[in-house]
C-alpha cells in the first residue's frame, strides 16, 4: 500500500569529515581553487529534526550553540529554501531544529553536512524525488563540501570539492579530532595560501590503500597544503601536531582549512586513550562511518 501521507517527521545525524590529505592546485578565475582531497565521514553528528509543514514557511531553531543564528543566512534554511523553489511549490515547509555538537569553523564540514541532511531530508518529506543530479547541483551552489555529505563514507573531490568519486576502502583507524577553538575562515586561509602557479595532484587513494601495509606512508604522502600558512598563523596548531604524535598517533594532520587538528590511532580505543592528553581543549575519538 502506498502512503499518501508520509511520515511529518524526520531526525536525521549529520556527521562531521575530515580530509585525508588536501592539496591545493592552482587558482581559478572565479577566483575558487581546484583541489584534491579524500573526504571522510567520521562519527560525530549534529542531530538535524524536520518536520513538515504545507503552509510553506521555513523556520529555524538552534541548540548547543549561541553563536549560530537561525535567520536567512542559516545554511539549513537556505539548502530549504533552495529546494522549496526547485520543487516550485510553496507549500512546501519545514521546521528545523539543529542541535551543533561539531565545532563550527572547525574545518570538520558541519554546516555543510547540516545543509546536505536538510536537502535529503526535506526531498524526502515533501514527497519529491528530484533527480540525484539535481540535488548534487543545488549542494553545489551551497558549498563546495555539500555535495560529500549527501553521499557520506569516503570519496575522492576535484574541481573545487564537488566533483566527487566514492572510494571503496576499509579504513580501520581511530580518529581523535582536537579543536583550539580557533576559527579559521575559510577564504581567508585560501588567501594565506597564495597558491600562484601550479602544483601536480597526488594520487592520494593509492597511497592510502598501500598504509595498510605500511603506515609510514601516510606521513610521506597525506599532507595538508593549508598547514604552512595556518600554522605560521597559529602557533598552537603545529603544537597540537606534535603532542598528537607524541600521544602515538600513526598520522596528525589538519582537517580542511583548520582549525581541528586530527591523529589516526591504530584502533578508537588508542585514539580513546590519548584522549587525556589534550584536556585543556575540545576533543572526540570516534572512528571512520562507511
Ligand atoms: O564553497 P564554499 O562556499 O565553501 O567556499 C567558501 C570560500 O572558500 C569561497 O568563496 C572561496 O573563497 C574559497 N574556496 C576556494 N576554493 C575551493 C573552495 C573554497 O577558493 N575549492
Redesign the pocket.
Known amino acids: 500500500m502506498q502512503h499518501k501521507d508520509p511520515q511529518p517527521e524526520l531526525v536525521i545525524q549529520a556527521p562531521a569529515k575530515i580530509n585525508l590529505g588536501l592539496e591545493i592546485l592552482r ?2 578565475a572565479d ?5 584534491n582531497t579524500v573526504f571522510a565521514a567520521v562519527g560525530i553528528f549534529d542531530e538535524i529534526t524536520l518536520h513538515r509543514r504545507a503552509d510553506g514557511l521555513i523556520t529555524c531553531r538552534v541548540e548547543g550553540d549561541p553563536e549560530l543564528e537561525a535567520g536567512e543566512d542559516n545554511l539549513c534554511v537556505r539548502a530549504a529554501r533552495a529546494l522549496q523553489a526547485a520543487s516550485a511549490d510553496d507549500s512546501h515547509g519545514l521546521d528545523i531544529t539543529l542541535l551543533k555538537r561539531i565545532p563550527m569553523g572547525a574545518g570538520l564540514g558541519g554546516g ?1 553536512s547540516d545543509a546536505a541532511a536538510v536537502l535529503a531530508g526535506a526531498a524526502r518529506l515533501w514527497n519529491l524525488r528530484p533527480e540525484q543530479g539535481l540535488l548534487l547541483d543545488i549542494a553545489a551552489g ?4 555539500v555535495p560529500f555529505f549527501l553521499r557520506g563514507g569516503l570519496a575522492q573531490a576535484a ?3 564537488e566533483i566527487l568519486a566514492p572510494v571503496d576502502l576499509e579504513f580501520p583507524y581511530g580518529v581523535l579530532l582536537v579543536n583550539p577553538g580557533i576559527h579559521v575562515p ?2 581567508w586561509a ?1 588567501r594565506a595560501v597564495g597558491r600562484t602557479g601550479e602544483r601536480p595532484a597526488t594520487d592520494l587513494v593509492r597511497h592510502l590503500r598501500d598504509a595498510a601495509d605500511d603506515a609510514g606512508l601516510l606521513r610521506e604522502h597525506i599532507t595538508n597544503d593549508f598547514e604552512a600558512a595556518v600554522f605560521a598563523e597559529h602557533p598552537v596548531l603545529p603544537e597540537l601536531k606534535r603532542r598528537l604524535y607524541d600521544a602515538g598517533a600513526v598520522l596528525a594532520l589538519m582537517s580542511g582549512s583548520g582549525s581541528t587538528m586530527f591523529g589516526l590511532f591504530s584502533t578508537v580505543q588508542a585514539a580513546e586513550q590519548a584522549v587525556p592528553c589534550f584536556s585543556e581543549y575540545w576533543t572526540c575519538a570516534t572512528g571512520f562511518i562507511q
Not at 577566483?31 to 583541489?35: A, E, F, K, S
Not at 551551497?142 to 563540501?145: A, K, Q
Open positions: 587558482r581559478r577566483g575558487y581553487h581546484d583541489i555543510s551551497l558549498g563546495s563540501d574541481s573545487r570539492g575559510t577564504p585560501y
